[in-house]
T-cell receptor, first 110, second 114 residues
Framework: AQRVTQPEKLLSVFKGAPVELKCNYS??????LFWYVQYSRQRLQLLLR??SRESIKGFTADLNKGETSFHLKKPFAQEEDSAMYYC????????????FGPGTRLSVLP | DGGITQSPKYLFRKEGQNVTLSCEQN?????MYWYRQDPGQGLRLIYY???????QKGDIAEGYSVSREKKESFPLTVTSAQKNPTAFYLC?????????????FGPGTRLTVT
């Protein structure tokens, strides 16, 4: 079965420190992976997708097919990065289209 | 103003009553989705629809029903058969079923059943 795991429920870092939110997936096909973010009192929104190889708000994520991982990284965390982060896997079939991880709450301390 | 809207924001119902949650989008997206968000469990897919007049069950469809009569609208009915209906419900849409561009989410509806 397709799965997305995020091992940390809560991750606390100090402002200016590097941050890495872990995401691992299991999928036999060619994966499409996304990171979504939910700031306090805001709706869930797309942060970045692996096919774009983009950097959004200083965050990057690299798909590692060998390790089946898609970890989200930022070299210097900011307080405004505090939010709930979800990793998601898009499936290429007519069954379930998306699988979301349980989420990691990032808290950036001053 | 383009986007995806859900109403109402908060909904209270007595046990045994059916309740319908609204989801509307003006993004011209083909695909729409309903998720349930519970603390510590992330988002779980209830139903999704890739085209008008067609929809598919997700992981936790039991006790829920949907319709897709118009491209813009994808209402979710929480029936009395749903054993634990109190939750936060999120609607989403995407321009294609595989959502290469990602999904757009509504603000959510918090349903409380007592």
């Amino acid at each position: 079965a397709q799965r997305v795991t995020q091992p940390e429920k809560l991750l606390s870092v100090f402002k200016g420190a590097p941050v890495e939110l872990k995401c691992n997936y299991s999928y036999s096909g060619s994966p499409e992976l996304f990171w979504y973010v939910q700031y306090s009192r805001q709706r869930l929104q797309l942060l970045l997708r692996h096919i774009s190889r983009e950097s959004i708000k200083g965050f990057t994520a690299d798909l590692n097919k060998g390790e089946t991982s898609f970890h989200l990284k930022k070299p210097f965390a900011q307080e405004e990065d505090s939010a709930m982060y979800y990793c998601a896997l898009s499936l290429h079939n007519y069954g379930q289209n998306f699988v979301f991880g349980p989420g990691t709450r990032l808290s950036v301390l001053p | 103003d383009g986007g995806i809207t859900q109403s109402p924001k908060y909904l209270f119902r007595k046990e045994g009553q059916n309740v319908t949650l609204s989801c509307e989008q003006n993004l011209n997206h083909d695909a729409m989705y309903w998720y349930r968000q519970d603390p510590g469990q992330g988002l779980r897919l209830i139903y999704y629809s890739q085209i008008v007049n067609d929809f598919q069950k997700g992981d936790i469809a039991e006790g829920y029903s949907v319709s897709r009569e118009k491209k813009e609208s994808f209402p979710l009915t929480v029936t009395s058969a749903q054993k634990n209906p109190t939750a936060f419900y999120l609607c989403a849409s995407s321009s294609s079923g595989t959502a290469v561009g990602g999904q757009y989410f509504g603000p959510g509806t918090r349903l409380t059943v007592t």
